[in-house]
């Protein structure tokens, strides 16, 4: 390996966006730490996380950010959408009005970014299949209609969050590389 190619060095940051409650901080915490917590509080969030998987033998390192609970003020500020390449945009399959919502939140997002963004649309909660209030169709229908990736997650029983997480990485390191 050249001096070059040591020296080459992706780190793309990412948001997690979304109304309160929906698992956003879940779903950062089971990816970057396998951990879940059945109670946690708005107030517990960390800035961001730093996560690094290897693409095409290249260490690729994402800087995901959390809401520390602003959004409950709808005052999340743009410094925290600044220089991102990646979001995504969270729901709770088992609450209506949160998914109702995620228009006003890719509105916000285009606003704050100056860039292309990797946008993933995330129904969390499928381990609440029995209480859902939101279609599989309809989430996908949505992501269609935006461009968007779609997957349902559970960050309770870790169901496919690797794999949201990483498809963002991966489709920001395919739009750079
Ligand atoms: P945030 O406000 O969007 O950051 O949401 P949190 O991550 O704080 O989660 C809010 C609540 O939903 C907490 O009680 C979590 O334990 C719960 N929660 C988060 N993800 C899931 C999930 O995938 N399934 C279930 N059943 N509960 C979840
Ligand atoms: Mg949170």
Same mark, same amino acid.
């Given at each position: 390996?050249?001096? =070059?190619? @040591?020296?080459? @060095? &992706?780190?793309?940051?990412?948001?997690?966006?979304?109304?309160?409650?929906?698992?956003?901080?879940?779903?950062?915490?089971? &990816?970057?730490?396998? @951990?879940?917590?059945?109670?946690?509080?708005?107030?517990?969030?960390?800035?961001?996380?730093?996560?690094?998987?290897?693409?095409?033998?290249?260490?690729?390192?994402?800087?995901?950010?959390?809401?520390?609970?602003?959004?409950?003020?709808?005052?999340?500020?743009?410094? &925290?959408?600044?220089?991102?390449?990646?979001?995504?945009?969270?729901? =709770?399959?088992?609450?209506?009005?949160?998914?109702?919502?995620?228009?006003?939140?890719? =509105? *916000?997002?285009?606003?704050?970014?100056?860039?292309?963004?990797?946008?993933?649309?995330?129904?969390?909660?499928?381990?609440?299949?029995?209480?859902?209030?939101?279609?599989? *169709?309809?989430?996908?229908?949505?992501?269609? *209609?935006?461009?968007?990736?779609?997957?349902?997650?559970?960050?309770?029983?870790?169901?496919?969050?690797?794999?949201?997480? *990483?498809?963002?990485?991966?489709?920001?390191?395919?739009?750079?590389?």
């Amino acid at each position: 390996m050249s001096s =070059d190619d @040591e020296a080459e @060095e &992706y780190l793309f940051k990412i948001v997690i966006i979304g109304d309160s409650a929906v698992g956003k901080s879940n779903l950062l915490s089971r &990816y970057a730490r396998n @951990e879940f917590n059945m109670h946690s509080k708005a107030t517990i969030g960390v800035e961001f996380q730093t996560q690094s998987m290897e693409i095409e033998g290249k260490e690729v390192k994402a800087q995901i950010w959390d809401t520390a609970g602003q959004e409950r003020f709808r005052a999340v500020t743009s410094a &925290y959408y600044r220089g991102a390449v990646g979001a995504l945009l969270v729901y =709770d399959i088992s609450r209506r009005t949160t998914f109702d919502s995620i228009g006003r939140w890719l =509105d *916000e997002l285009t606003t704050h970014s100056d860039t292309t963004v990797a946008r993933m649309l995330v129904g969390n909660k499928s381990d609440l299949d029995n209480i859902r209030s939101v279609s599989i *169709e309809e989430g996908k229908n949505l992501a269609e *209609e935006h461009g968007l990736f779609f997957m349902e997650t559970s960050a309770k029983d870790s169901t496919n969050v690797r794999m949201a997480f *990483e498809m963002v990485i991966k489709e920001i390191y395919n739009s750079v590389s």
